[in-house]
């Protein structure tokens, strides 16, 4: 359809209204960069968000990577991003799809879960008092003394809404015994499931882990990339997979993965702009048969600088070309 079409990009910043503790420490700035692909006389939008830590590359790997790029991009020059720049990958190659596949017929009505703020502060979130029944939460754990968490865990539990589901991310922070623990409590609570209980390399010890425990397990850190779902899964693992499109790369081949092997997913953000979420939405989720499961996209209350609102071209104008 296009041979080659114009490229811009913009890099953005946004800050967080607080900081986000992680098990990695803290995160005040969601930083990105926004593509602009025309061709002919239609414009595409593409998102670049990595999560170093994640294992993506960084956000500089990224801006250097589309600052070498000429004005004018082929499908084959996208084809050829390396795989040590899955987040450029996705953003390059979901921009093109933007321009090539017609409009979504039919957008998903998905239900999302809210990510509560880490620690104690979670249990005076408003969003407790003001969802309704039923509605999904997350709570990043892993983070402090275990006792005092498992406590505040069991506080949590009391505030929640009616019928609502809890399901908690440890970012792969606990020992095999703190996981027992968790585990054994999360049991008698029947929390909908625990993200990345250990780090990325006890792949077995999780195997174990969803064999003696009835709270499902979610593979997060683990699967970062499409190669690495492509592994566990051929390891055997057959919970659930948190997949984070942005950092995963080529978003076609993971719908194709997606598409041929029936998975239990949990999409999760990555703290991306509308632009990202909506192809996700699309034409990732869109394809793919319907899930019961909230994504984790309920993190705009994270941010307070009214991009939600905005249209990709609004957001456009306000950014600035990247000196390059
Ligand atoms: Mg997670």
């Known amino acids: 359809m296009f041979d080659r079409v114009r490229f811009e990009f913009r890099p953005y910043a946004r800050r967080f209204k607080r900081p986000l503790q992680t ?3 803290e995160w005040a700035v969601r930083q990105g960069v926004i593509l602009r692909l025309e061709g ?11 999560i170093e830590w994640f294992g993506s590359e960084s956000c500089l ?11 004018e991009i082929t499908h084959a020059q996208i084809q050829q991003i390396p795989a040590s720049l899955p987040a450029c990958r996705f953003g390059f190659e979901s921009a093109w799809e933007g321009l090539v596949l017609p409009p979504p017929n039919s957008v998903p009505q998905l239900s999302i879960s809210m990510l509560l703020p880490t620690g104690a ?40 809404p009616n019928q609502a589901h809890l399901r908690l991310d440890a ?20 929390i909908e499931l625990i993200e990345q209980p250990l780090p990325p390399t006890q792949l077995d010890q999780m195997l174990k882990l969803s064999q003696r425990y009835s709270t499902p397990l979610a593979l997060d850190e683990s699967v970062t990339t499409l190669e690495q779902l492509q592994t566990c899964y051929h390891q055997g693992w057959r919970g659930l997979f948190v997949i984070k499109a942005p950092l995963a790369g080529s978003p076609v081949q993971l719908r194709h993965f997606c598409q041929t ?59 600035e070309p990247s000196n390059s």
């Open 121 to 160: 502060e979670a249990l005076h979130a408003p969003q407790l008092f003001t969802a309704s029944s039923g509605s999904t939460f997350k709570w990043k754990i892993g983070v402090a003394v275990i006792q005092d968490e498992l406590e505040l865990f069991e506080e949590l539990i009391s505030l929640l």
């Open 61 to 71: 790997d990224a801006l250097r990577f589309c600052q070498a790029l000429p004005g």
């Open 40 to 50: 002919a006389d239609r414009v595409s939008w593409g998102e670049i968000v990595p």
């Open 23 to 25: 098990h990695h420490g």
């Open 171 to 190: 970012n792969g922070g606990l020992t095999w015994q703190q996981a027992c623990q968790w585990l054994q409590l999360c049991d008698g609570y029947g």
């Open 261 to 319: 092997h029936q998975l239990d997913i949990v999409w999760s953000s990555v703290f991306e702009t509308a632009i990202a979420r909506r192809y996700i939405e699309n034409y990732l989720i869109a394809a793919l048969p319907s899930s019961n499961r909230a994504t984790g996209f309920g993190v705009e209350h994270w941010f307070d600088d009214g991009w939600e609102q905005r249209s990709p071209e609004q957001i456009w104008q306000r950014l």
